[in-house]
């Protein structure tokens, strides 16, 4: 078995092999049937956790798939009429060239014009179809909203817990795998003083830098530690954040009035939107107010962008 020194150096070592682990390395086939297995679970857990309106997002896909094609088919279908027009005014023109000796052709654009009208047709109904479907679903949230949030929050109570059971399960399984990697050194090289040194065990990868830099793009030590503290509030911030106009929405209320930059005129500050100016009568005494206060304005708004 080859393995790695914290200095990135490589040594072999040699462990004894039964059977089980020579048909392991086999069977190149179990890992994939393993990942296909893991695959299919988490997609039935994503339609559980989707519930009924994964309906309508699979029915809307479906048609768009029915739009592609003949979308494609018609840039075709245009390429061969334009052919097809090209040809059928040669073929004319040399039949009036042999002063109408032979049959008048019979012209091929008109049948592709038609094919063309038809899957021309096909698309807008597709496209329909798929508005109504979705206006079929927003009409379905309207109806089930709170039993839908309702259902979403515990499927994401779930999900949390099983992202923290798998950060932990495989924090205990890591220190199983380190302690078992111990007892093999320790027995292949006791009663030498190498038994009792181990690699930095608590360094992600040992501190190797190869497999660090080309994945995190770092190039200094990392903690096993941190990266599962970080991985753990990962987890935990996930289930709080939406984006600024989500969690305007979700509120009732304007993203601007959430982030505290509304329209407003306090200590004569220019705010972050701007205030309004409304409309005035020309020549109005309002309308030199306005004009005044948008002057004033712009003036703030100018030197506290760049200064006096």
């Known amino acids: 078995m080859t393995g790695a020194t914290a200095n990135g150096s490589r040594f072999r070592r040699s462990r004894p092999r039964t059977k089980s682990r020579r048909t392991w390395f086999r069977d190149p086939g179990r890992r994939r049937r393993r990942e296909t297995s893991r695959r299919s679970t988490g997609a039935s857990r994503r339609a559980a956790t989707a519930g009924p309106t994964s309906a309508f997002d699979e029915r809307a896909r479906e048609l768009t798939q029915r739009v592609a094609s003949p979308n494609e088919e018609l840039e075709r279908l245009e390429q061969r009429l334009r052919e097809a027009t090209e040809a059928d005014r040669d073929a004319l023109t040399a039949c009036q060239l042999e002063d109408g000796k032979r049959p008048r052709p019979e012209p091929t654009a008109p049948a592709l014009e038609r094919e063309i009208e038809e899957r021309r047709a096909d698309c807008d109904a597709a496209n329909q179809a798929i508005e109504r479907v979705y206006a079929d679903k ?17 499927a994401t109570r779930e999900a949390h817990g099983r992202v923290m059971d798998a950060l932990d399960a495989y924090e205990r399984a890591r220190e199983e ?38 994945t ?20 935990e ?67 506290r962008i760049w200064g006096d």
């Not at 927003?138 to 515990?154: C, G, I, P, Q, S």
């Not at 995190?216 to 987890?235: F, H, Y």
Request: charged fraction near 25%; aromatic fraction near 6%.
């Open 216 to 235: 995190l793009g770092l190039k200094t030590v990392v903690p096993l530690a941190g990266v599962l503290a970080l991985l753990r509030a990962d987890a």
């Open 138 to 154: 927003a009409a379905y949230v309207e109806r089930h909203r709170k039993r839908l949030v309702r259902e979403a929050d515990k």
């Open 177 to 214: 795998l380190v302690e078992s990697l111990e007892a093999a050194l320790s027995a292949a090289l006791y009663p030498s003083d190498l038994a009792h040194v181990f690699p930095a065990w608590p360094r992600l990868a040992t501190g190797l830098r190869k497999p660090v830099k080309p």
């Open 237 to 303: 911030i996930l289930p709080e954040v939406a984006t600024q106009d989500q969690a305007a929405a979700l509120r009732g209320t304007t993203t601007a009035r959430l982030m505290g930059r509304e329209a407003t005129w306090q200590q004569g500050e220019p705010d972050f939107v701007g205030p309004e100016f409304p409309a005035a009568w020309s020549g109005s005494e309002e309308q030199k107010l306005q004009a005044e206060r948008a002057k004033r304005y712009t003036e703030q708004a100018r030197k």
